[in-house]
């Protein structure tokens, strides 16, 4: 859009994917043996194609540098990424940052292969620039989060060595962790003592722990006893008692703003950032650390003149009227009512919290009724008076200086920015050093608290997660204000990767020697929790790619219209990729050990047992499992794979097991004996003993029989529980199921017996289970030296079918492109493959949009239809509803031109209701064409109106047209079902939720009366209307189409989408030029016209060619 030939250009990964599309290839239809007669394309087509490859033209660009990589693994965007390295040119420089790609070695190998370039994997070495230290903070304490102190990602001593990550500073020392299944005692699954929980706050816990249990235990005591001296609570009741007592006590742990704030100060941690999910939280956090800080005993004389609404009050007690803890349907909207939390009032009798906790505000305070703060010249009085600076220098965070140069800026904003001015709140806000930041805000004012930041005229920002990735607003520490949020499951830990994007914000790269990142107490969660989400793996990047109707038309073009290219591009995903390198990877495998010569049976089948137990391990990771996908069993398998790998772990587990085997083995023994004694007794009645030393003999005879038979129960639970025997069972379960690897299992388990039954060592039976001891003497017979993983372990969700589900994906996306006239066949063959396929204008307007759905948006722009007539069960069905006396009147119309016309009745109904529909549209105004394109962009909110209730507040003309569209929705979303689209890539909406909105700003409304209307807030209304805008830019921007052609007349047949009608691309431009303006401001400008209509046209009338000519004329004024 600016200085587009520069030498360096910033834009977003779609822009740039959109140009690699369009990339020059150096081919031509006719290089590639296709006559011209095949392919008709007038003059304007071939002028758009030259403008377009000189727009797409990347032959000098010799870099390309995608920020935040990992982002290719996010839902929706994620296709975006992988398509812009598929489509760069081969001569183009990749480099792909981030700070969380656990399988980056997979996507270097990956790049490589696509591009053809050596790929190197850098990696930061040694230590962050700017190290972290973490902690946890609570009512009582702010404390270190580890034990070493040194410790955490991006720490001095990072991990400690576990998964690579850091020095390994205590090897020997390590804490059991909790496992779910039957593993809980093995060295491979615990933390570094360095991760474990600072001794401050261990101790902290325990006495929390302990007070619970004294509490609990004086209930018990209190309660009365049953007559068998056992007491009425049960011990089901205690548990449920004790989960409940330590809710209550979570939630009193929960610091304060104001507490942490000050800790910040007292530490020398400011400027911070606190993370907070829910934009309600920003702003209500925000406002109350600014009354808190007024709130502090202040002489009256010394508060400014225009604020002198709010003076700390009197204490009018506590909060009694809701719900202490209840979580709302915000992740970070709490509302609880704490006992020591002060009430402060007004001099206007409302009231606010001063001590409220970031995660338990609550709308009671609202101060947005005050007067509306105009600064308006400077006098004695005013807030620009060294007497009010000083005040806010005083209560805030800020120095003197520090105030006055933000209070000129706030000055200088509001009143070059009247209509999106600062409210009265937010400038005081800001003169105490505190901001807001979240998508809810005007870009502006984020832009304005952004540039203060970087600047150090602010100390602490509120601001949701979105700040993490993208933002230059770099701080001394950051504060997690939640370890959970609300997803599709409910409420869920925070992933790794977004806690560690948050913590990466802290440290400034020349100003801090350490960043700080603290985690803040929830009524929820604890410091485990926080350990538990900083330790865990981050998840790989999942290929995201998904065909869509812009690729298929792009790729036609690049591949001169044969589909080999198409298949060729498609086959190079990522998902396809790690599909082909793990078939290769199996394959590989087993054959290295099917030439094991000189390995021993044991070795061939401990490697098929771990090969078997890898894969199985992937299967789960990656969610295509059979046998489940649980946390569980994720945990098990690993731990399982993990020993077999390791050499030195597998002969530990082997020692273990041998010597739990031993000690069971010499239990029973002694059982044996005690049983044998019991039963060589001689009869009690050959004693010539007193019948009361008899009794005694035998029942201490079997009370030691019974002790021992424990032991011997205990004995085999260590021997089950061990992991040698889950190793055992596991391999029974894999040799059970129907596949080349139970198969495999099942022949190197056969060899490894038949060698020792040969030489007679003991007798195995052919295809019996395989016992724990048994797999314990193969495994202290087997070499346990270069053991190591087989597969790489770190990879994205595997599919099998991913290559093949692609490619049948795009053809279903050309089969309906073909159906609606968009790409059309020049030399026919037998399979689709292997067809000649050239771009009608139609299909050049489909891979020119940007949309998700761009056939969609292009037909219910009237630019499209079913020239195929694949819809025509639509019809029939119609019909069988007016035969049973439903009658559809949308149809009266045009049945009353069939009356009229006998040649109309020729013309297909898809192709009637298409021009129809164009009629309609040029009617329209250029506010309502604006209105009515928001409609086929924007999503509809969560809370929304009814859809009659929307389709209320249109227009007439609207109305008719919305009519029109659904006909043609239905038709498109027919051909479709039948091509098996999936619904994902041919979602087709139609939402009338902001269409009076848009409407109304196109207009010419003022801002703040349409965002009175629209009643959202105000970020969400310029992100509707920018994605609005930005819709009608890319359809004003369309390659122009002369109207010649357009206009139906009632005889001719068309075989192919003519595509936007000028008239409606003019309307859309209009329309971009009334939404332009500020706060919604683009400046991305328009392409000029440079065809020329040159065709000679004698059945036109002059009244036909004046029109066109106005049309002309009026895109290069708004151009």
Same mark, same amino acid.
């Not at 530490?267 to 650390?289: E, T, W, Y």
């Not at 105490?432 to 930041?437: F, Q």
């Not at 869920?492 to 806690?499: D, G, K, Q, R, Y």
């Given at each position: ?49 030259a ?18 990589f990992?982002?290719?693994g ?6 975006? /990424?992988?398509?812009s390295?598929?489509?760069?040119p ?12 656990p ?12 591009t ?13 620039p700017?190290?972290?230290?973490y ?12 034990r ?5 990602p991006?720490?001095d ?11 390994? @500073? ?36 325990e ?25 009425f ?10 989960? +409940? ?9 929960v ?13 020398d ?16 956090a ?5 009354e808190?800080? @007024? ?33 709302t ?37 609202d101060?947005s ?5 105009k ?16 005040y ?30 600062f ?19 005007l ?62 914000r ?12 603290v ?55 990522f998902?396809? /990729? ?6 290769e ?35 789960a ?10 946390? &569980? ?16 772990k597998?002969k ?9 085997a ?5 239990e ?5 004996? #005690?049983?044998?004694? #019991? ?5 009690d009645?050959?004693?010539?003993l ?41 391999? +029974? ?46 495994? @202290?017979?087997?070499?346990? @030296? ?16 991913a ?57 219910a ?20 509803l ?90 498109l ?13 041919g ?5 009338l ?7 109304? /700003? ?6 703040s ?5 629209? &009643?959202a ?26 109207a ?5 007349? &009632? ?15 003019a ?7 009334e ?45």
């Amino acid at each position: 859009s600016i200085r587009r030939g520069a030498d360096v250009t910033i834009m977003t990964t779609e822009v740039y994917r959109n140009m690699a599309w369009r990339a020059k290839t150096g081919q031509s239809n006719l290089a590639n043996g296709i006559e011209q007669d095949d392919i008709q394309m007038d003059n304007s087509q071939l002028l758009e194609s030259a403008r377009m490859d000189e727009f797409a033209d990347l032959s000098s660009n010799s870099i390309v540098v995608l920020d935040e990589f990992h982002y290719m693994g996010q839902k929706g965007r994620g296709s975006t /990424w992988e398509e812009s390295v598929i489509f760069t040119p081969q001569h183009t420089q990749i480099v792909g940052l981030s700070a969380t790609l656990p399988n980056a070695h997979r996507l270097a190998a990956w790049m490589e292969s696509v591009t053809g370039r050596k790929s190197v994997l850098v990696e930061a070495g040694g230590k962050r620039p700017v190290p972290l230290k973490y902690y946890f903070a609570s009512k009582r304490d702010f404390s270190p989060l580890f034990r070493d102190v040194a410790a955490g990602p991006g720490a001095d001593h990072g991990l400690l060595g576990l998964r690579g990550d850091g020095i390994t @500073k205590t090897p020997k020392k390590l804490k059991d962790m909790k496992v779910k299944g039957k593993i809980t005692a093995d060295d491979n699954n615990a933390l570094p003592r360095g991760l474990e929980l600072h001794p401050t706050l261990q101790s902290s816990l325990e006495r929390r722990l302990a007070s619970i249990d004294r509490r609990i235990q004086k209930i018990v005591e209190r309660e009365s006893y049953d007559d068998y001296g056992g007491s009425f609570i049960s011990g089901r009741e205690k548990r449920r008692m004790k989960d +409940n007592m330590l809710k209550a006590e979570l939630k009193k742990s929960v610091p304060s703003i104001s507490t942490l704030i000050r800790r910040l100060q007292e530490n020398d941690l400011l400027p911070a950032i606190f993370f907070i999910f829910s934009r309600k939280g920003c702003d209500n956090a925000a406002q109350v650390l600014c009354e808190t800080l @007024k709130s502090a005993d202040e002489p009256k004389d010394k508060m400014p003149n225009i604020k002198k609404k709010f003076r700390k009050g009197k204490k009018i007690g506590r909060g009694k009227g809701r719900a202490r803890g209840r979580r709302t349907s915000n992740n970070n909207d709490w509302d609880l009512n704490e006992d020591e939390l002060a009430m402060v009032q007004d001099v206007d009798g409302r009231n606010f919290r001063a001590d409220l906790l970031d995660q338990l505000l609550s709308d009671d305070f609202d101060s947005s009724n005050t007067d509306r703060f105009k600064p308006t010249g400077v006098y004695d009085d005013s807030f620009l008076s060294d007497e009010n600076i000083q005040y806010y220098a005083d209560v805030g965070l800020l120095t003197f200086d520090e105030v006055k140069k933000v209070a000129f800026r706030v000055l200088k904003f509001n009143m070059e920015n009247e209509e999106i001015e600062f409210s009265n709140d937010t400038v005081e806000q800001i003169l105490c050093g505190i901001g807001s930041h979240h998508a809810g805000l005007l870009p502006a004012h984020k832009a304005f608290t952004e540039t203060l930041y970087r600047l150090q005229l602010m100390k602490v920002v509120f601001a949701t997660e979105t700040l993490a990735a993208g933002i230059n607003m770099p701080a001394r520490t950051t504060i997690i204000a939640s370890m959970a949020k609300r997803g599709d499951k409910g409420m869920e830990l925070l992933e790794t990767s977004n806690m560690l994007q948050m913590a990466g914000r802290a440290g400034r790269r020349g100003m801090d020697t350490q960043g700080a990142c603290v985690v803040a107490a929830t009524p929820f969660e604890g410091p485990e929790d926080a350990i538990t989400i900083l330790t865990n793996e981050i998840k790989p990047v999942v290929s995201q790619f998904t065909p869509s109707f812009a690729l298929a038309v792009n790729l036609v073009e690049r591949g001169s219209g044969k589909l080999d290219l198409a298949r060729s591009m498609v086959q190079k995903s990522f998902a396809a /990729w790690e599909s082909r390198q793990r078939e290769e990877e199996m394959e590989s495998a087993m054959g290295v050990m099917d030439n094991q010569d000189n390995s021993s049976p044991e070795d061939q089948f401990l490697n098929v047992l771990q090969l078997a137990l890898e894969k199985e391990l992937i299967e789960a990771r990656t969610g295509t499992s059979p046998t489940g996908t649980s946390k &569980g069993k994720i945990s098990k398998l690993a731990a399982l794979v993990d020993i077999l790998a390791d050499g030195k772990k597998l002969k530990k587990v082997s020692k273990r097991h041998s010597g739990c085997a031993q000690m069971l083995e010499l239990e029973q023994s002694t059982l044996k004996y #005690l049983e044998r004694e #019991l039963r060589e007794r001689p009869d009690d009645n050959d004693l010539d003993l007193p019948v009361d030393m008899i009794d005694n003999e035998k029942s201490e005879l079997l009370a030691e029989i019974k002790t021992q038979r424990q032991r011997v129960l205990k004995g085999e639970r260590e021997v089950n529980d061990s992991m040698m025997s889950v190793i055992a069972k596991v391999a +029974n379960n894999r040799m059970n199921a129907e596949d080349e690897t139970a198969e495999a299992l099942k022949n190197t388990l056969a060899a490894v017996r038949e060698s020792y039954n040969s030489e007679g060592s003991f007798i195995l039976q052919e295809g019996g289970i395989l016992e724990p001891g048994e797999l314990n003497f193969y495994v @202290k017979n087997c070499s346990k @030296k270069n053991r190591a993983p087989l597969l790489a372990l770190t990879t994205s969700a595997p599919s099998e079918d991913a290559e093949d589900e692609n490619w049948s994906q795009t053809l279903a996306i050309l089969n309906v492109l073909e159906s609606y006239g968009c790409i059309v066949k020049a030399t026919e063959s037998e399979s689709a493959d292997s067809s000649t396929y050239y771009v009608s204008s139609g299909g050049t307007h489909v891979g020119g949009l940007g949309m998700d759905n761009s056939l969609w948006t292009l037909t219910a722009l009237g630019g499209a239809f079913d020239v195929a007539y694949e819809s025509a069960e639509l019809d029939k069905f119609q019909d069988a509803l007016s035969f049973l006396g439903i009658e559809d009147d949308s149809n009266d119309e045009d049945d009353e031109i069939e009356e009229d016309s006998d040649d109309f009745v020729n013309i297909p109904k898809p192709q009637r209701e298409s021009e129809k529909l164009v009629t309609e549209l040029c009617e329209l105004s250029a506010s309502e064409m604006a209105g009515y394109v928001s409609a086929l962009v924007i999503d509809a909110p969560r809370n929304s109106d009814s859809a009659i209730a929307s389709f209320q507040k249109l227009t007439y003309n609207q109305q008719r047209v919305v009519q029109g569209a659904l006909l043609a929705m239905e038709r498109l979303n027919e051909v479709q079902r039948k091509f098996s689209l999936d619904d994902s890539i041919g979602k087709s909406q139609l939402e009338l939720n902001a269409c009076d909105v848009v409407t109304r /700003w196109a207009a010419g409304d003022s801002w703040s009366d349409v965002l009175l209307m629209s &009643g959202a807030a105000p970020g969400d209304l310029v992100r509707t209307l920018s994605r609005c805008l930005d819709a009608l830019k890319q359809l004003g921007n369309v390659p122009y189409i002369p109207a010649r052609g357009f206009d139906g007349d &009632g005889v001719t047949i068309r075989t192919e989408a003519s595509g936007l009608h000028p008239r409606i691309r003019a309307l859309c431009r209009d329309a971009a030029a009334e939404m332009d303006r500020y706060p919604v401001k683009d400046i991305m400008p328009f392409e000029e016209d440079t065809e020329e209509d040159t065709e000679e046209d004698t059945e036109d009338d002059s009244s036909e060619e004046a029109e066109e000519e106005k049309e002309n004329s009026d895109d290069k004024e708004v151009a």
